[in-house]
């Protein structure tokens, strides 16, 4: 390669004149500067330009450099924008994008705060208030000139005529093949930085190759990979949520999925956030995955309804100034949280109720893999804290590579064979689960597989693309064994909520068994105790034949099952109750009639004496 020209001589030896007189005349005219009456934009800033009364032209220093590039809108066409460059005080050039409507919020003072945050800074004697929009507003008169820009409002896919580029939260735009260029409207807002640090080669090395047989960590890092499928394969968000005791190796594992995004420090986010914060989060990681480290650090009492708003992809309702709808924030993700407790304890904390729908979106795998700690191998480290910390240290060393890598191949294979991709993924998930999902299990299972599996294939596939330097299937076993593991701490392949109901009612009669059910063994007066708050009635039942044993059963009030079973739909637990045998059934109803003492024929729910394959036998002295 030559090198290069260093001055007009040897440029005028290598190109001729004609190149040196171009480069002296685009000198010349920037020197001249841009105009944009009565602001004249130059090399060192923007100057205003009045006219003294002399007649001459006086050029005013008026703000620091800021130059129009083109006019961005959204795909619909709608959040006009004017796109910028602009230079901070240290002479960093970067782009500004500025909404026309932050022009005339607060009489422009909004679009000179945004100027200024970003290092912008304005002459001594100018009113800038209402000059810095006149100065905007000058270049918008003229913006039949400038190119048109696509404004997207978050990172993440973006459909455009006959091509799909990606966004990433940084700004970079991958697979942008249009004929217009494509700008993110807030880049690095508190969104993760997608950064880069070393080769692919060097991540494989050192963090890649120590994930293959330590399912966690093949689970975590094929999740950062899955975040873009979930609009490819039309998937709903949802979460995963390693728990575990301290010092497991919980972190390493956010630390290593974090790496294949950017530096892990500004990829992992704490749950140490308001619910608004948490919105924002997922917004501006839309299309990716969001990892979040330390469940216990959230607050309890909103920590449910965090769950069902980063899995639903949607915030929440708001009005502008004057009270019409704002548009509502969406996103697609999957997200990641690690922590000592679970969703359930942390509710139950706050006094709160966890639904089923919040532990399906939100499953709990164990950190613990029963080996060594949250791994299984470890790859010549004498313990797993030797190789936590290797990779501790690791991941500072080489990051951001393995998505880079995997986005522009799979940008560029959905732009061309888009169904075909499809056809494939659809393949690798459909055979995860049917290795995962028991026969006979719920549908709440299988949904739950269906997240699980898409992350397989998103490992496979970047596996495939050469993204991560695994063997193929080393994604998908590991995938595999955190399911096993996430059903197996589940307990059943039923419905949650038959299981959590279950538990409720037998809660409720561990509880108020002796204190609240009168004891149907006394005269018609009932017992020498009064009950307060009576629930209903109990009575003693021995087993037969031998009589060894002795159980209780319960006749339950209406208003008291209804108490039992709060938080489900009664008449359902009703059924649920009776098909498990639990309650005894009439002909159309789950309530039978019963003589009860002081109170005649009353409707209840009968609970019949429970004994392990014993007969049950009535008291001598039952009063029907």
Same mark, same amino acid.
């Given at each position: ?87 901070? *005080?240290?002479?960093?050039? @970067? ?16 679009? @000179? ?33 400038? *190119? ?14 006959? #091509?799909? *580029? ?15 260029? #494509? ?7 508190? %969104? ?57 190796? =919980?972190?390493?594992?956010?630390? !290593? ?68 709808? =704002? ?72 990051? %951001? ?32 689960? !049917? ?12 949904? !739950? ?41 589940? %307990? ?38 009064? !009950? ?47 098909? =498990? ?44």
């Amino acid at each position: 390669m030559g090198k290069a020209p260093s001055d007009f001589n040897d440029l005028a030896a290598t190109k001729g004149t004609t190149a040196v007189k171009q480069q002296i005349a685009a000198v010349v005219d920037a020197e001249k500067g841009i105009p944009f009456n009565p602001f004249l934009i130059k090399p060192n800033g923007v100057y205003l330009t009045k006219i003294t009364k002399e007649g001459d032209t006086e050029e005013l220093f008026f703000c620091s450099y800021l130059k129009p590039v083109g006019l961005a809108r959204s795909v619909k066409g709608e959040n006009f924008a004017l796109a910028m460059e602009m230079k901070d *005080p240290d002479g960093r050039l @970067k782009p500004f994008v500025l909404s026309l409507e932050s022009l005339h919020r607060a009489g422009g003072e909004e679009a @000179k705060l945004i100027f200024s945050r970003l290092g912008g800074y304005f002459g001594t004697g100018i009113r800038t208030r209402q000059a810095f929009s006149d100065f905007c507003n000058a270049i918008m008169a003229r913006s039949a000139n400038l *190119p048109r820009i696509v404004l997207a409002s978050q990172c993440g896919w973006l459909r455009l005529s006959g #091509v799909s *580029p990606f966004v990433l939260p940084d700004g970079t735009v991958v697979g942008a093949s249009g004929k217009e260029k #494509v700008i993110l409207q807030h880049p690095d807002v508190g %969104g993760p930085e997608c950064a880069v640090k070393g080769t692919l080669a060097d991540w494989h090395e050192k963090v890649g190759r120590f994930c293959v047989g330590n399912s966690r960590l093949l689970l975590a890092a094929s999740t950062v990979f899955a975040g873009p499928l979930l609009e490819l394969m039309n998937r709903e968000s949802g979460g995963l949520h390693l728990v575990g005791i301290s010092s497991l190796g =919980k972190s390493t594992v956010l630390n !290593v999925a974090g790496s294949c995004m950017g530096e892990p420090r500004s990829t992992i986010r704490t749950m140490n956030s308001t619910a608004s914060a948490f919105e924002n989060q997922a917004s501006l990681a839309n299309d990716t995955c969001l990892l979040l480290d330390e469940l216990g650090e959230a607050p309890p009492e909103q920590l449910g309804a965090v769950i069902y708003k980063l899995s639903n992809g949607q915030g929440r309702g708001r009005a502008d100034q004057t009270g019409n709808a =704002k548009e509502r924030r969406t996103w697609r993700l999957l997200f990641v949280t690690t922590g000592e407790t679970d969703l359930e304890s942390m509710m139950k904390q706050a006094g709160k109720k966890t639904f089923a729908g919040q532990m399906l979106r939100h499953a709990n795998i164990p950190a613990d893999t029963g080996v060594h700690g949250i791994f299984e191998q470890l790859h010549g480290h004498a313990t797993g804290a030797a190789l936590s910390e290797y990779l501790r240290q690791a991941v500072m060393e080489c990051f %951001g590579s393995p998505l880079r890598s995997y986005l522009d191949k799979l940008v560029d294979e959905r732009n061309r064979q888009l169904i075909p991709l499809q056809e494939r993924l659809h393949g690798i998930v459909e055979r995860f689960k !049917v290795q995962a999902v028991p026969q006979g299990a719920d549908g709440q299972v299988s949904r !739950v597989a269906s997240r699980f599996a898409l992350i397989a294939a998103a490992g496979e596939l970047a596996t495939e693309y050469g993204a991560t330097g695994w063997p193929v299937g080393a994604a998908f076993d590991g995938v595999l064994t955190c399911f096993a593991a996430w059903l197996e701490r589940r %307990g059943t392949i039923g419905k949650a909520e038959t299981e959590m109901l279950l538990e409720q009612v037998a809660a409720f009669l561990e509880a108020h068994g002796e204190s609240r059910f009168t004891p149907m063994e006394g005269d018609a007066k009932g017992p020498a105790r009064p !009950v307060v708050n009576r629930a209903g009635f109990r009575r003693a039942v021995v087993s037969a034949p031998t009589g060894d044993y002795t159980a209780t059963e319960y006749f339950v009030l209406p208003s008291a099952f209804r108490e039992m079973v709060a938080g489900f739909e009664p008449k359902w637990a009703a059924r649920v109750l009776a098909d =498990k045998g639990l309650i005894e059934s009439g002909k159309d109803k789950t309530s039978v009639t019963r003589n009860l003492p002081t109170m005649g024929k009353t409707r209840c729910y009968h609970f019949p004496a429970q004994f392990e394959g014993d007969e049950i036998t009535e008291s001598a002295d039952t009063p029907f």
